[in-house]
T-cell receptor
Framework: AQKVTQAQTEISVVEKEDVTLDCVYE???????LFWYKQPPSGELVFLIR??????QNEISGRYSWNFQKSTSSFNFTITASQVVDSAVYFC???????????????FGKGTKLTVNP | GAGVSQTPSNKVTEKGKYVELRCDPI?????LYWYRQSLGQGPEFLIY????????DSGLPNDRFFAVRPEGSVSTLKIQRTERGDSAMYLC???????????FGPGTRLTVT
């Protein structure tokens, strides 16, 4: 069974601090995909990144970076030099591959609410 | 281009009534998903369409919930005999076949009084 755990319910930081959001996942499949989404106060989920299980390279996009470690089943997300506009709920999600009838449905964690204070 | 759109943005209904929620996916996206999000929780999967057919409806909570996508584009989520526990944000997402990235609409907030 698939499961995503985001142990941090809420995090509060001061602007310009770096912050890491943790994500731990469980799956029996060898092919799977990991995602991060941002849900700002406006409510609409915004896609940030998709990573497949065969690509463990870390990814950097501007102030955002992701660290994927299969050995610990983790896909952590770091925001460098945080800004007030980064305040949102961040969700980590998992989908299994299409083999054996997988539908690519996303299984989400409960989310981490990040507040960046000026 | 236009993103996923959902109508209405808000729906208030009385317990026992029937409601329909509409989703218009991104043009060309063959895969369409419905999720439900309760306050303080992550979205939970309801149903997945590939084209016109429901490929996975394992997330529908009971037989009061039904969804259609007759022409492989717009989808309607239908809820019969609504209950107060159905109150939630209903999210729709679409993706290119095999691409995996799901793009979400703004959601319909359903309140059952």
């Amino acid at each position: 069974a698939q499961k995503v755990t985001q142990a941090q319910t809420e995090i509060s930081v001061v602007e310009k601090e770096d912050v890491t959001l943790d994500c731990v996942y469980e799956t029996r499949d060898t092919t799977y995909y990991l995602f991060w989404y941002k849900q700002p106060p406006s409510g609409e989920l915004v896609f940030l990144i998709r990573r497949n299980s065969f690509d463990e390279q870390n990814e950097i996009s501007g102030r955002y970076s992701w660290n994927f470690q299969k050995s610990t089943s983790s896909f952590n997300f770091t925001i460098t030099a945080s800004q007030v506009v980064d305040s949102a709920v961040y969700f980590c999600a998992l989908s299994e591959g299409e083999e054996e009838g997988g539908s690519e449905k996303l299984v989400f964690g409960k989310g981490t609410k990040l507040t960046v204070n000026p | 281009g236009a993103g996923v759109s959902q109508t209405p943005s808000n729906k208030v209904t009385e317990k026992g009534k029937y409601v329909e929620l509409r989703c218009d996916p991104i043009s060309g996206h063959t895969a369409l998903y419905w999720y439900r999000q309760s306050l303080g929780q992550g979205p939970e999967f309801l149903i997945y369409f590939q084209g016109t057919g429901a490929a996975d409806d394992s997330g529908l909570p009971n037989d009061r919930f039904f969804a259609v996508r007759p022409e492989g584009s717009v989808s309607t989520l239908k809820i019969q005999r609504t209950e107060r526990g159905d109150s939630a944000m209903y999210l729709c997402a679409s993706s290119l076949q095999g691409a995996g990235e799901q793009y979400f609409g703004p959601g319909t907030r359903l309140t059952v009084t």
